[in-house]
């Protein structure tokens, strides 16, 4: 027997179910991330490609990773360019964007030979937030609302369809920069 508290209304002790509305809307995150491992993965078959390739004999040429970055290095600019291909090739086979690459000024180094940075872009800045937020706000969608969380973007709206259409509407365009939706909610 469940027995109502004076004035109140009676509580089973037991969590709402699933048709009760626990006051949250559909939403999902867009964020740029960078799967590390992948990366590590891609540069370590380059690199063993290199090694072995006959038109890179005694070039010099070598991919070192860091967190934030890769550095290319070899005898000419040239080979410096057929090292980016190879790098290139092994991330698309891995299944990640060439976005992610910044390629940096080629600059000359000790000894004659070229060196160049590549730069790994992660997270979305404050300025293509302002970017992806007037594209959100431009598709007319009603109730639709996107807002900056740190490197990331919530877009928010009443209906489960709106949110799909944004999603389609963001994979058509190009940003310059690689997109994953995360965390739908409904």
């Not at 290095?73 to 190879?86: F, N, P, Y």
């Not at 910044?102 to 000894?111: L, R």
């Not at 800045?125 to 431009?138: T, V, Y």
Request: hydrophobic fraction near 35%; charged fraction near 25%.
């Amino acid at each position: 027997m469940i027995v109502a508290p004076p004035g109140g209304a009676a509580h089973t002790g037991r969590a709402p179910g699933p048709g009760a509305s626990l006051g949250c809307m559909p939403s999902f995150d867009v964020v740029s991330e960078v799967d590390q491992q992948e990366i590590r993965n891609a540069v370590d078959q380059a690199s063993r490609e290199v090694a072995t390739r006959y038109d890179f004999k005694n070039t010099n040429s070598s991919l070192e990773l860091t967190d934030t970055s890769i550095t290319l290095r070899s005898s000419t600019e040239d080979r410096l360019a057929a090292l980016r291909v190879v790098l290139e090739e092994k991330l698309v086979k891995r299944k990640v964007s060439l976005k992610v690459l910044d390629y940096g000024k080629v600059e000359e180094a000790s000894g004659g030979t070229a060196r160049q940075e590549v730069g790994l872009v992660a997270g979305i800045s404050s300025d293509k937030a302002r970017e992806l937020n007037k594209f959100i706000k431009g598709l007319g969608l009603k109730g639709v609302q996107s807002q900056t969380q740190g490197e990331q973007l919530r877009v928010i709206s009443k209906k489960r369809d709106d949110l799909q259409a944004v999603i389609t509407a963001l994979k058509e365009n190009d940003f310059g920069i690689p997109l994953q939706y995360s965390n739908f909610r409904d």
